[in-house]
């Protein structure tokens, strides 16, 4: 960050308004505005640039859009010129933040944490400068913590102000369980931010008391507290809170194609959220875009998120693809073959044949798909589920539903 001392005041306090403006786009909870300004003007004056920390449990394998809310933030920031910390949780993913769960969460081994971050630090790649990203793990800092250094972390906190939270409060009053373990994980976070000296620490709207944790335990270093800064979670194809586990996520690793046709299903009602959380198209083209037909505003929302992790030509051939496969209803130009095995004889029961091809996961599904019309050969309806498929000569063009093809080729 290049320093900006001889800058005059009026261009100064403009700059400070327009990061400021950057800081608080999509921001839920800012705690406190007033001192992030003062700390913005001052690191423009002295040329240093802000720490901003963001925490990322290794809990899973695989990162999804959701978490590129806040990635996308941090990149944001990181081209105002500010240091993004990024800490991979190796030590905090084994105790598993109790945030937004209503039940105990199984303990992760340090080999299972192992293993998923193998790839953490890489799809965060596709959202920031890694380059320009310091990248800490915070068992590097836990593992040499001995047993009296844990106990004194213990002591910052009291039980009564630690079930103060509202996750803790719901599942007390629901007669779930809460481990001893589960209290220490707004502990380890706040000390992240004491070790790494955050400026700002970033988060979900889930993550808030966990942030204020931080900023206590920074006072009580004798440390400026971090700002605390949250955004929302976006909901997934299914309206839930976006996540793997739940088969509702887009991958931030998935092709420009799975990206597109997905985003394409959203539900209607959650566009103004990811285009103002996924996007950075301005709000007034965010209103104009919503103010067309859903479709149109969809498609647009789709070539912005695409083109922003595979670019522009990968994204507009996706956008053909869902348009030929989907809109205007022709062919897919990739339906997989299935050939005819001789283990089926001369002929074959159409239940039969639409499991032994992968069309249907079970025979009664199948009959199922028959009897509602849901099955073609060769475009035509096959209603009778007594049809037998016989070993063809040529191509046959087998369709399940709408989005189901084969293509049967003789043995």
Not at 235 to 240: K, Q, V
Not at 256 to 265: L, N, S, V, W, Y
Not at 384 to 405: I, M, N, W, Y
């Amino acid at each position: 960050m290049e320093p900006t001392k001889s800058a005059p005041p009026e261009t100064n306090s403009a700059e400070v308004e327009r990061q400021l403006a950057v800081f608080k786009r999509g921001t839920t909870d800012l705690i406190e505005e007033k001192q992030l300004r003062g700390m913005i003007a001052k690191s423009l004056e002295s040329g240093v640039p802000l720490r901003i920390k963001f925490g990322m449990d290794p809990s899973s394998a695989d990162l999804h859009i959701g978490h590129a809310v806040q990635l996308r933030k941090l990149r944001d920031l990181q081209d105002l010129g500010h240091k993004i910390v990024l800490i991979v949780g190796d030590a905090t993913a084994m105790v598993g933040d109790p945030s937004g769960r209503n039940k105990l969460r199984p303990v992760l081994t340090r080999a299972d944490v192992d293993e998923n971050l193998k790839t953490y630090t890489a799809q965060a790649a596709h959202v920031l400068d890694i380059d320009k990203t310091e990248v800490r793990q915070n068992a590097e800092w836990f593992d040499e913590m001995d047993f009296e250094a844990l106990l004194k972390l213990t002591t910052r906190m009291t039980v009564a102000q630690m079930i103060e939270r509202d996750t803790f409060q719901t599942r007390m009053e629901a007669g779930e369980p809460i481990g001893i373990n589960e209290f220490l994980y707004p502990l380890m976070q706040g000390w992240d931010s004491v070790v790494v000296k955050a400026d700002l620490e970033l988060g979900g709207t889930d993550q808030l008391f966990n942030l204020l944790v931080g900023r206590r335990l920074q006072e009580q270093e004798s440390q400026r507290p971090q700002i605390v800064m949250t955004q929302p979670l976006i909901n997934g194809l299914d309206g839930r809170k976006m996540s793997k586990s739940y088969g509702n996520a887009i991958g931030l690793t998935a092709s420009a194609k799975e990206m597109t046709f997905k985003i394409m299903q959203v539900d209607d009602d959650v566009m103004p959220t990811w285009f103002l959380h996924l996007t950075r198209l301005s709000q007034a083209d965010i209103d104009a875009a919503l103010a067309g037909h859903p479709r149109e505003a969809k498609a647009r929302l789709a070539a912005e998120v695409t083109t922003f992790y595979h670019g522009a030509e990968k994204a507009a051939e996706a956008a053909e693809m869902f348009n030929r496969e989907v809109r205007d209803k022709v062919l897919p130009t990739d339906i997989p073959e299935v050939r005819w095995d001789a283990a089926w004889g001369e002929e074959l029961a159409l239940p039969n044949f639409l499991k032994e091809a992968g069309l249907c996961q079970t025979t009664s599904e199948a009959r199922r798909a028959i009897q509602q019309g849901g099955v073609r050969l060769d475009g035509e309806v096959a209603g009778d589920v007594a049809h037998k498929v016989t070993a063809p000569s040529a191509e046959v063009l087998v369709q399940v539903g709408k989005k189901r093809f084969k293509r049967l080729v003789p043995g």
